[in-house]
């Protein structure tokens, strides 16, 4: 099945900073890469997602990068704010089911 | 507002006992996956079901149990209850699952359990 490894697992940035949080997967085959934010006691909520086809998606502050050739995709935060601190999560596909990485739990600094 | 219920919010029992967490899709969706999240710990995958039939099996013990109903919600049976299971418990729902499909999935409000 895949395997999905994210780093770092905390990450701490002054506000108006950036925030990059990488992800690894392991099957070659795996077509789309979603990034969850899941603030303190509550449900994940998707945040973005690229599909296998493009190398790069923005949304506002958000930006998420894939390399299909490293196997490697990035979640990019840009002008970080207070409400951006949570832990973030990266996935891909397996065959019916989403593999999860581990989080990152990020802290915005005001 | 995802549109996925999971009822109860809360619950609290002793080792030993059994408990059942309920489910409720989005409408129209067809999947539906369940995770335990421990303290500071990720998303662990248990199972999913599709249509009423279970489809793919992650890391659950014997010791829980799940089903989908005709009418697509889903039930997760917890039964002899240790301390270590106390968790939140998240239920997903996707439209269906394919490779060419989005697959997004949109998780509940989630039901936390502690275990006395």
């Known amino acids: 099945g895949e395997n999905v490894e994210q780093h770092p697992s905390t990450l701490s940035v002054q506000e108006g900073d950036s925030a990059v949080i990488k992800c690894t997967y392991s099957?070659?085959?795996?077509?789309?890469f979603p990034w969850y934010k899941q603030e303190l006691g509550k449900r994940p909520q998707l945040i973005i997602d690229?599909?296998?086809?493009?190398g790069e998606k923005k949304d506002q502050r958000i930006a998420v990068t894939l390399n299909k050739t490293a196997k490697h995709f990035s979640l990019h935060i840009t002008e970080t704010q207070p409400e951006d601190s949570a832990v973030y999560f990266c996935?891909?596909?397996?065959?019916?089911?989403?593999?999860f990485g581990t989080g990152t739990r990020l802290t915005v600094i005001p | 507002d995802s549109g996925v219920t999971q009822t109860p919010k809360h619950l609290i029992t002793a080792t030993g006992q059994r408990v059942t967490l309920r489910c409720s899709p989005r409408s129209g969706d067809l999947s539906v996956y369940w995770y335990q999240q421990s303290l500071d710990q990720g998303l662990q995958f248990l199972i999913q079901y599709y249509n009423g039939e279970e489809r793919a099996k992650g890391n659950i013990l014997e010791r829980f149990s799940a089903q989908q109903f005709p009418d697509l919600h889903s039930e997760l049976n917890l039964s002899s209850l240790e301390l270590g299971d106390s968790a939140l418990y998240f239920c997903?729902?996707?439209?269906?699952?394919?490779?060419?499909?989005?697959?997004?999935?949109?998780f509940g409000p989630g039901t936390r359990l502690t275990v006395l």
């Open positions: 099957d070659s085959a795996s077509n789309y």
């Open positions: 997903a729902s996707s439209p269906t699952w394919s490779s060419g499909s989005k697959n997004e999935q949109f």
């Open positions: 996935a891909a596909p397996g065959a019916n089911n989403l593999f």
């Open positions: 690229i599909r296998s086809n493009v």
